[in-house]
């Protein structure tokens, strides 16, 4: 009687070693699967970071780029300001702008008209005239004169890079004139409308430097700080 009892104690042991030996690799499965899955999440997480932190940086440049380019412009509109402002004192001190005057009556009457649409405000007509007055009398005593009012209309037509080239060859051509130091103030002016500090602050000094007891280089030591 006492050995079916030991008999069935040893069955039950062994079913319960059997049972234990199966079940330890299904938890381990278990747990295999779980890490997994635990580490599949915990990337998919970083990824969104990292996603989201470039999202971030690439918005901050925007919203950098587009204040810088708002700066440049408020820059440009101060200084068109400014370029108004001088032009109008310029032209009270001068009472037809200039104090040259040439023999020639239909070349007189040809800037004269040309400088008549200028002080009206009439840029564009104002350009177009000191063009053709410049290409009927490229070798007139008031060519550089022409040469500066043109420059002048095209930057208040917003033509920079035309503005630049007609005062760069007066800058270039004729050092020593007297409106050397104006034009390049107003090469400045067009570099700040275009963006470019560094060129308007090296023509505002070059202003300084070559052309120390001109009223422009007092002007330009200002615009200096400005651009600081």
Not at 188 to 206: D, F, I, P, R, Y
Request: proline content about 4%.
């Amino acid at each position: 009687m006492s050995f079916l009892p030991q008999a069935t104690h040893r069955v039950f042991l062994t079913c319960a070693t059997l049972a234990a030996l199966l079940t330890a690799p299904l938890a381990h499965a278990f747990a295999d699967d779980d890490a997994r899955r635990a580490i599949l999440e915990l990337r998919q997480q970083v990824r969104q970071m990292t996603e989201q932190n470039q999202q971030a940086r690439l918005s901050l440049a925007e919203q950098l780029e587009n204040l810088q380019q708002e700066l440049a412009n408020l820059r440009g509109q101060v200084e068109h300001l400014r370029w108004e402002v001088d032009a109008k004192r310029r032209l009270e001190q001068e009472q037809i702008g200039v104090s040259i005057t040439v023999n020639n009556p239909q070349e007189q009457a040809a800037f004269n008209q040309a400088l008549t649409h200028f002080r009206g405000g009439k840029y564009k007509e104002a350009g177009e005239g000191f063009a053709t007055f410049l290409a009927q009398y490229p070798n007139s005593q008031l060519a550089s004169e022409a040469m500066f009012y043109q420059g002048s209309s095209q930057y208040a037509n917003r033509q920079f890079d035309a503005s630049i080239a007609t005062l760069q060859r007066l800058t270039q051509g004729k050092p020593d004139d007297a409106r050397t130091p104006d034009a390049l103030l107003i090469i400045a002016a067009n570099q700040v409308e275009k963006g470019n500090m560094g060129g308007a602050k090296t023509t505002l000094q070059s202003i300084v430097s070559k052309y120390p007891q001109s009223p422009a280089a007092a002007t330009a030591q200002e615009r200096i700080k400005l651009l600081q």
